[in-house]
C-alpha cells in the first residue's frame, strides 16, 4: 500500500504560478511511476503527465507542456507539479497517483494504469 497526499493547492490570479506537493508512506516510493491528474466541474478527470520511478523520464500532455513540470525527490518521498502561467481553465481538483512501473511513463495515460490516488487538492485561477 502506498497512501498519497497532495498539498499547495489554493487561489491564484490568471498568469500566476503555484507549485502541488504529494507527500507518499508506505511501500518503498521510489518503485513507482507517479503521475497527475487533476479533474474540473462536470468533466472526466485528465491526465497531465507522470515521472518514471529514477526521475529521468517524464511525459507532459501537450496542453500544460511549457508550463507546468513535473520532478520528484525520492529522497523525500515526494512528487512536484510546478504550475506556471496559470489559465482559468487549469482551475480543478489536481491529484498524485502511484503506479507499478509496466511500461513508459509516456504510455501510462489512464485513470486505470494507477494503483494508488490522493484525495486532491483544489485549484482555483481567476481571471
Known amino acids: 500500500q502506498v497512501q498519497l497526499v497532495e498539498s499547495g493547492g489554493g487561489s491564484v490570479q490568471a498568469g500566476g504560478s503555484l507549485r502541488l506537493s504529494c507527500a507518499a508512506s508506505?511501500?518503498?516510493?521510489?518503485?513507482?511511476?507517479m503521475g497527475w491528474f487533476r479533474q474540473a466541474p462536470g468533466k472526466e478527470r485528465e491526465f497531465l503527465g507522470a515521472?518514471?520511478?529514477?526521475?529521468?523520464?517524464?511525459y507532459l500532455v501537450d496542453s500544460v507542456k511549457g508550463r507546468f513540470i513535473i520532478s520528484r525527490d525520492n529522497a523525500k518521498n515526494t512528487v512536484y507539479l510546478q504550475m506556471n502561467s496559470l489559465k482559468p481553465e487549469d482551475t480543478a481538483v489536481y491529484y498524485c497517483?502511484?503506479?507499478?512501473?509496466?511500461?513508459?511513463?509516456?504510455?501510462?495515460?489512464?485513470?486505470?494504469?494507477?494503483?494508488?490516488w490522493g484525495q486532491g487538492t483544489r485549484v482555483t485561477v481567476s481571471s
Open positions: 515521472i518514471g520511478w529514477s526521475g529521468g523520464d517524464t
Open positions: 497517483a502511484a503506479a507499478a512501473p509496466r511500461f513508459t511513463v509516456a504510455t501510462m495515460t489512464k485513470r486505470e494504469d494507477y494503483n494508488y
Open positions: 508506505g511501500r518503498t516510493f521510489s518503485w513507482y511511476h
